[in-house]
């Protein structure tokens, strides 16, 4: 099982500064299966990032995903207010599929 | 509009069983595998089971590899998990979503119900 491993846990920033979310894999993730979602407390998770760099329907651009093998990143340019919650990377390209534990982003 | 919504959980004692239900609209669902998550209170997100389009392949997490079934009726729109043999760790919101595919079962979940709470616990 490819264990995901997200950090830092927890981020404090301020509106309108920039987000770098780090995820990484115990081993490789084959053809960049790797996507990302949010979750607001209280609701369902939400697709933004899906194959390491593609944008779901109806996500900002401010909104982007990189990275390759064991290393991946989520970046989100400039913080809206709307933004801060918890996000989590999960890895599709083995079965059993997981998930990281999580970072959440929270407001300084 | 796609919209899917769990119901049947609720509190059932160690050793119990429970049948969530998952009805779906706003999309053809017999083209998509469809999926179960849970999230233990205040934890992270786990993968528990997966089918097909076609209902003919499914996947289950080790930890519940024996002891939840899923099924779906295609005529009905409704995608289901049978859960016995509960246990306390098995306490958790269970969301079903929707993948991308229709025949492989591991992907990405584009859409999610808001999920169903089942508690485990005498």
């Known amino acids: 099982e490819i264990v995901l491993t997200q950090s830092p846990g927890t981020l404090s920033l301020s509106p309108g500064e920039r987000a770098t979310l780090s995820c990484r894999a115990s081993?490789?993730?084959?053809?960049?299966?790797l996507a990302w979602y949010q979750q607001k407390p209280g609701q369902a998770p939400r697709l933004l990032i899906y194959?390491?760099?593609s944008r779901a329907t109806g996500i900002p651009d401010r909104f982007s995903g990189s990275g390759s093998g064991t290393d991946f990143t989520l970046t989100i340019s400039r913080l809206e207010p709307e933004d801060f919650a918890v996000y989590y990377c999960?890895?599709?390209?083995?079965?059993?599929?997981?998930f990281g534990q999580g970072t959440k982003v929270g407001i300084k | 509009e796609v919209q899917l919504l769990e119901s049947g959980g609720g509190l059932v004692q160690p050793g119990g069983s429970l049948r969530l239900s998952c009805a779906a609209s706003?999309?053809?669902?017999?083209?998509?595998?469809m999926t179960w998550v849970r999230q233990a209170p205040g934890k992270g997100l786990e993968w528990v089971s997966s089918i097909n389009g076609r209902g003919g392949s499914t996947d289950y997490a080790d930890s519940v590899k024996g002891r939840f079934s899923i099924s779906r009726d295609n005529s009905k729109n409704t995608l289901y998990l049978q859960m016995s043999s509960l246990r306390g760790e098995d306490t958790a919101v269970y969301y079903c979503?929707?993948?991308?595919?229709?025949?492989?079962?591991?992907?990405?979940?584009?859409?999610w119900g808001q999920g169903t709470l089942v508690t485990v616990s005498s």
């Open positions: 979503a929707k993948r991308n595919f229709y025949d492989i079962l591991t992907g990405y979940s584009d859409y």
């Open positions: 999960q890895q599709y390209g083995s079965s059993p599929e997981t």
């Open positions: 081993q490789s993730v084959s053809s960049r299966y």
């Open positions: 194959e390491a760099s």
């Open positions: 706003g999309f053809t669902f017999s083209n998509f595998v």
